[in-house]
């Protein structure tokens, strides 16, 4: 039995189809692209809406790749306890921030294999923004990334032999 009908003109679906553009687009928008260089450092938005903020609240980790732990904040203090040897040393925070809900990240002596997407998970606000870092050599001002000049090599390379 159908409530109601729902073709491709009627009222409801063209509602719907606005609402999963809305939400589509939103979702993408929450993603922000970094750029840094090798051995340069790159600083990784991240913030509250929520204003009301309780130092003993205050839970976020940032994870790259989902699996990798970079920096933790456990009720508004820094902590590296968990922390991932692959970031020991390079990872800060801003923790005079804390407060007004500024949880960004300050990754130093960037490595090429830093590059990847970085999300810091917010507990309390349920937020979960995220930032895709690329890594680029010293010298290029905006030029291809190292994976970017092996695939460019490799499609070269492949059509060397083809001649």
Same mark, same amino acid.
């Not at 922000?32 to 340069?40: A, F, I, L, W």
């Not at 929520?50 to 003993?56: I, M």
């Not at 990872?91 to 130093?108: D, H, I, T, V």
């Given at each position: 039995m159908r409530l109601f009908k729902m073709d491709r003109t009627s009222p409801r679906c063209c509602f719907f189809c606005i609402? *999963?553009?809305a939400v589509l687009v939103n979702k993408a928008c929450l993603q922000?692209? *970094?750029?840094?260089? *090798? =051995?340069?450092s790159a600083v990784l938005p991240c913030s509250s809406i @929520? %204003?009301?903020?309780? #130092?003993?609240d205050i839970t976020v980790y940032w994870r790259h790749n989902s699996s990798l732990n970079v920096y933790d904040i456990f009720e508004g203090k820094g902590s590296v306890?968990? #922390? @991932? $040897?692959? /970031?020991? !040393? =390079?990872?800060? %925070?801003? $923790? !005079?921030? /804390?407060?007004?809900?500024?949880? %960004?990240?300050?990754?130093?002596n960037l490595q090429y294999n830093d590059a990847g997407k970085y999300v810091c998970y917010i507990t309390k606000a349920h937020q979960n923004p995220s930032t895709q870092l690329l890594v680029t050599d010293e010298g290029s001002h905006g030029a291809a990334t190292r994976a970017e000049r092996t695939v460019s090599f490799l499609i070269l390379f492949h059509t060397l032999l083809y001649i």
């Open positions: 609402c *999963v553009f922000v692209t *970094v750029e840094g260089k *090798v =051995r340069g @929520d %204003s009301h903020l309780k #130092q003993e306890e968990k #922390q @991932d $040897p692959a /970031y020991k !040393n =390079r990872a800060e %925070s801003f $923790p !005079n921030e /804390y407060m007004k809900g500024n949880f %960004s990240l300050k990754l130093n």
